[in-house]
């Protein structure tokens, strides 16, 4: 039996992590700490809200007594860090809450795991710190580069990257002057359900249904690799059980995709699904281009934005070999299941959109997801 804390977990990531732990390992317990600012939602954490051994606090990662108070009266044995401000175009126009709270942030639980793990002594034989990164850290790649691996020179180029890498390089320096157990992931792009409808995936999901434009960046080629976020919980799982102490790993999918490429695949899935089921037109009235099967007449080119990277792929053959790590959804099988989740769960989505999730989540469940 473990005793997680998991910084983030009401984020898309994280709530999806929180998901499947308590899904595959019952009998641990799971706190969850985060500061609930525009991409934190309790929504996402409905599912597991009743569960005994499941816990919330809300607070910041930057309260580093508040840290330390989670680790000792809980008995935290495992720091699952995702709590991190993570949009690119946010950290172009507003860099601050950037270094405040991926630098700042994961510097305050560094040293609230040092004090209590190993000062105090609380777990100090076994304990891990899993911080959670992105390929991002790594820079860019030309179209023939051979993909990012765990020897790649960092070269970040946006404010949310540099941020990410200086996280990084925090957690290796608390490993090799401290002792302190840490491993790190860097991850491809995530998509599935609960993601914020800011991002690539549930922007263009839902401006569909709701018939509205759905811009491209540029010319619309830059390439991401793609992975199902089931798949990232998983692999983060392998890592805590099987990775070596003060390791990198890379989690990726091989699947690399054109931005324009995915957002005319999920045009075409899109128009199939309002022809098969008659149904979703009535669901969604203001659908009109997918019902009449011309989603993809709403792409619009817009301006690139500022520093944009062409390309990120990740080679996850250090995964592969030392964790036996392999995804299990193929981008067909994953993006499928996105867009169910999506046409399902439309009060989510519409209320995440329109800032009234949090008093959709007080009238929807009895039970307040937070704990003493």
Known sequence: MSNLLVTGGAGFIGANFVHYWMENYPQDKVVVLDALTYAGNKANLEPVAKHPNFYFCHGNICDTPLVETLLKEHRIDTLVHFAAESHVDRSITGPDAFIETNIIGTHSLL?????????????????????????EVYGTLGPNDPAFSETTPYAPNSPYSASKAASDHLVRAYHHTYGLQT?????????????????????????ILQDKPLPIYGDGKQIRDWLYVEDHARGIDLVLKKGRVGECYNIGGINEWANIDIVKLICELMNE???????????????????QGQAEELIT???????????????????NGELSYQPQESFETGIRKTLSWYLDN????????????QDWIATQYAQEVTKA
Not at 301 to 312: K, L, P, Q, S
Request: net charge positive; aromatic share 12%; hydrophobic share 30%.
């Open 183 to 207: 491993t790190i992931s860097n991850c491809s792009n995530n998509y599935g359900p609960y993601h914020f409808p800011e991002k690539l995936i549930p922007l263009v999901i839902t401006n």
């Open 273 to 291: 699904e309002f022809a098969r089921n008659p149904s979703l037109a009535e669901k969604y009235p203001n659908a009109t281009k997918a019902q």
């Open 301 to 319: 080119f817009v301006t690139d934005r500022a520093g944009h990277d062409r390309r990120y792929a990740i080679d996850p053959r250090k995964s």
């Open 111 to 135: 040293k609230a795991a040092k004090k209590i793990w190993l000062d105090e002594g609380l777990n100090k034989e076994n304990h891990r710190f899993h911080h959670v990164s992105t390929d």
């Open 346 to 357: 439309e009060i989510w989505w519409s209320a995440v959109m329109d800032g009234s999730y």
